[in-house]
T-cell receptor, first 116, second 114 residues
């Protein structure tokens, strides 16, 4: 069974640019969550999508956005990049069927974004 | 609101020693789930265990064991006879119904020396 696939693995962008990251969940999983990991703030929740709808959102500025397609693949976009956006972005897939998320979350290997 | 505290930032042990990683959580919900994840240098978060708030049975899986104490809001993780391959950052997390997201602790860097 294929795991969670995130692309690209590494990315270097210039301040002010925008970036799109991709996540393909485990087959059959309809919930995809995104997390940002930085040395200073640790792991922080960005947002969660379930069946193409954003179900929950963390405390991040509007520059961070996402979407989910009908095949459950998800993308997140960061516009007007800032140096502080440099981080490891992790995607998590869950078999959650819409009730309390006691299902395990399977994480991808992440995309390491460096903003220069 | 939910919160996880991992007071141990770094732990260093010699191979074959036992080591316990502490985790204290906070949540207002009566239904919640607790998790432990391992993050090796490659970056991927590897799922170790999930526990729900109604099941206080301790669990053992090979060299790993977990002690869930609702009375003290703790969910501690013990590695018995540690090995060098256990070196990683370990994260404890909570997900409660009202939050619908994983809230992670700051992680504990475990180094097992040969």
């Amino acid at each position: 069974k294929a795991g969670v696939t995130q692309t690209p693995r590494y990315l270097i962008k210039t301040r002010g640019q925008q970036v799109t990251l991709s996540c393909s969940p485990i087959s059959g999983h309809r919930s995809v969550s995104w997390y940002q990991q930085t040395p200073g703030q640790g792991l922080q929740f960005l947002f969660e999508y379930f069946s193409e709808t954003q179900r929950n959102k963390g405390n991040f500025p509007g520059r961070f956005s996402g979407r989910q397609f009908s095949n459950s693949r998800s993308e997140m976009n960061v516009s007007t990049l800032e140096l502080g956006d440099s981080a490891l972005y992790l995607c998590a897939s869950s078999g959650d069927r819409g009730v309390i998320s006691g299902y395990g979350y399977t994480f991808g290997s992440g995309t390491r974004l460096t903003v220069v | 609101a939910q919160k996880v505290t991992q007071a141990q930032t770094e732990i260093s042990v010699v191979e074959k020693e036992d080591v316990t990683l502490d985790c204290v959580y906070e949540t207002r919900d009566t239904t919640y789930y607790l998790f432990w994840y391992k993050q090796p240098p490659s970056g991927e978060l590897v799922f170790l265990i999930r526990r729900n708030s109604f099941d206080e049975q301790n669990e053992i899986s090979g060299r790993y064991s977990w002690n869930f104490q609702k009375s003290t809001s703790s969910f501690n993780f013990t590695i018995t006879a540690s090995q060098v391959v256990d070196s990683a950052v370990y994260f404890c997390a909570v997900n409660s119904g009202s939050a619908r997201q994983l809230t992670f602790g700051s992680g504990t860097q475990l180094t097992v020396l040969p």
